[in-house]
């Protein structure tokens, strides 16, 4: 983004009085050598975003060879230059290696490149490396342009007009290995890859007996190669942050002996390509291959993924990640001031955070460095809590014996699914088996919930049971929405019968509201004074304690895989308007999320109250649009977002007002939304939440009492476990129940709305930017540890 004089800036109508744009902020957009899922989703944003306050905006191609090479690598962008690119892989502005950016003539060149265009602020996609350098070209700017007028290559005046530059870095890396943020652009599109190759390897090796090593990328970090091993259930993992013990040969082989002695058909290892012994050794893929062989006979198999693991289209989330932090890269450079240091934007929770650029490099160092000197119980902690999380669950579900369980505890706890099915329940289910086995519980599956549960429909489940359960989408226990007032009686005759102490209910709100009524039966049966959890399940995350319910981030990628299809069955047809319907009930998360993910022109929910003249507004901005080269347009409707404006409606009335400039098409997404393959983030998720889930009622049981049963009354008993922010917590139902809105099936309130103004804005709606609201500038230091590192 170049210079913008001050008038020009005041004149633009979304821009509050007196806000500093007119500083101007240049935009030479630059990627890394390395590309990622998720980059064209950053460069639409963040070229929008300038435009739309105000300001010029230049793509600079080729990465940091273009800034030092100039000419036609650098070039103004318009809004239409950025249309249509959110859903490719790749970059579109290019990237590369450029050894000439190194040095200092190099840097130089850039800088002449950068003033003959105003350019002083820049912003740079890319991980440690590529910001790394960024912050050495500001940091030696001043000396630059100095140089730069003793050549005689530019004036005084010249210089001084653009005395000051001003870095804001995107971190992206499939690796998730920069320290500061949860999740860098490009890891969860990364882990769809993975996932869907590990998916297609499943069916053949199970009908083959056979093993398999699958190396992914992670030279120095593993958060791949853990995540997706605990997405697919792997039997062995290696990480170079965990080096295997001494004599892992031996534990390893005697692992898949057993394994496969238990009538598994499929072994699968995953091995991250840095992977090392405790000397420092690598371990490669083909090692570990022979080993199997050699030892065990087995028919294995190595893939190697490579960089088919960088390619494909970005998952919703990267989508959404890329476009908050493209759109929050703008407002870091906007409110620059002098003594602003380099920053890099990040994400913590559900939202941006501005974090010094160098700080953040030093503590990914520090890692690498623990590494090297072997320090390997450091490492994991310095990536973060999530990651020693996952770590320590692995281990748990992976190498726990169950020939060998625990003395058997009192405390038996029921499982069952309520309400829709989602994906990410049997993920949960299978993970809550486990650990109750761990636990030395013995655990009962319920089929057809709280139905099932009055008639006795429960079995005994061990941990063969569940195996395979992971990657299978729906619910393998069988799930209806029958609430337990239909049928108390019964349910308690059976919690007394098969003497259960825990009840733990993975489902939607139904699920929240059963567990709601048994709480408040307690005063009139004994039985339900027992522990009882809930872990949200349901595509409308509608359920009040979380910022997530599991299923929804797979119901929003599959709504908008189906909207790039639509988007791309359009692409020889001129001024056409697709009006997509999708499902949640009133709650518009769905929605709005597929909205800012396929780049919609609108999305109508209920919590955002809409008149006809809006509607109006809506449709006039389309027709502007089909006088553009974008001659397609995208609506999307929550199905209960309005009572009168129905599908139809809204068909009728685009089809009415755009006679003669457009035409339309209906699409109902329906239940597509809830089948298909739990994607990683609910897999991970559900087995996570089933883990704590079960160790937070094994804690709250304590001591039974009265002939071995557990007696729980208080509120504290009967939970929603969720994530909120950055914090999986316990939040009891009653206490849940103030701040639900029972009519409509919601919380009262909703962190995602904050997301509307984000698609409003990218869509081109004139909205005033005194209603967005700037991410904080935080520091981070080596004990800043709090970071999750994704889910």
Partial sequence: ISNTSHSQAAAHPQLPPGHPVGRGVPWGLPSSRLTFPGMNAAVRAVTRMGIYVGAKVFLIYEGYEGLVEGGDNIKQANWLSVSNIIQLGGTVIGSARCKAFTTRAGRLRAARNLVEHGITNLCVIGGDGSLTGADIFRSEW???????????????????????????????????????????????????????????????????????????????????????????????????????????????????????????????????????????????????????????????????????????????????????????????????????????????????????????????????????????????????????????????????????????????????????????????????????????????????????????????????????????????????????????????????????????????FEAYEGVLQLVEARGQYEELCIIMCVIPATISNNVPGTDFSLGSDTAVNAAMESCDRIKQSASGTKRRVFIVETMGGYCGYLSTVTGIAVGADAAYVYEDPFTIHDLKANVEHLTDKMKTDIQRGLVLRNEKCHEHYTTEFLYNLYSSEGKGIFDCRINVLGHLQQGGAPTPFDRNYGTKLGVKAVLWMSEKAGGPVGGGRVFANSDDSACVIGLRKKVVAFSPVTELKKVTDFEHRLPQEQWWLNLRLMLKMLANYQISLTEYISGKMEHVTRRTLSIEKGF
């Fill in 142 to 508: 001043g000396e630059l342009l100095e140089e730069l007028v003793q050549d005689g290559q530019i004036s005084e005046e010249v210089a001084q007009e653009n005395s000051r530059l001003n870095i804001v870095g995107l971190v992206g890396s499939i690796d998730n290995d920069f320290c500061g943020t949860d999740m860098t652009i490009g890891t969860d599109s990364a882990l769809h890859r993975i996932m869907e190759v590990i998916d297609a390897i499943t069916t053949t090796a199970q009908s083959h007996q056979r093993t398999f090593v699958l190396e992914v990328m992670g030279r120095h970090c593993g958060y791949l190669a853990l995540v997706s091993g605990l997405a697919s259930g792997a039997d062995w993992l290696f990480i170079p942050e965990s080096p295997p013990e001494d004599g892992w040969e031996d534990l390893m082989c005697e692992r898949l002996g057993e394994t496969r002695s238990r009538g598994s058909r499929l072994n699968i290892i995953i091995i991250a390509e840095g992977a090392i012994d405790r000397s420092g050794k690598p371990i490669s893929s083909n090692y570990v291959k022979d080993l199997v062989v050699q030892r065990l006979g087995f028919d294995t198999r190595v893939t190697v993924l490579g960089h088919v693991q960088r390619g494909g289209t970005p998952s919703a989330f990267d989508r959404v990640l890329s476009s908050k932090m493209g759109m929050e890269a703008v407002m870091a450079l906007l409110e620059a001031t002098p003594d602003t240091p380099a920053c890099v934007v990040s994400l913590s929770g559900n939202q941006s955070v501005r974090l010094p650029l160098m700080e953040c490099v030093q503590v990914t160092k520090d890692v690498q460095k623990a590494m090297d000197e072997k320090r390997f119980e450091e490492a994991i902690q310095l990536r973060g809590r999530s990651f020693e999380n996952n770590w320590n669950i692995y281990k748990l579900l992976a190498h726990q014996k169950p020939a060998q369980e625990k003395v058997r505890r009192d405390g038996d706890v029921a499982i069952l699914n309520v309400g829709a099915p989602a994906a990410g329940m049997n993920a949960a289910v299978r993970s809550a088996v486990r650990i109750s086995i761990c636990q030395g519980h013995t655990i009962y599956a319920v089929s057809d919930g709280f139905e099932g549960l009055a008639k006795g429909q429960i079995r005994e489940v061990g941990w063969h049971d569940v195996a395979g359960w992971l990657g299978r989408g729906g619910s393998m226990l069988g799930t209806k929405r029958t609430l337990p007032k239909t049928c108390m009686e019964k349910i308690v005759e059976n919690v007394r019968k098969f003497n259960i102490q825990g009840l733990l209910v993975i489902g939607g």
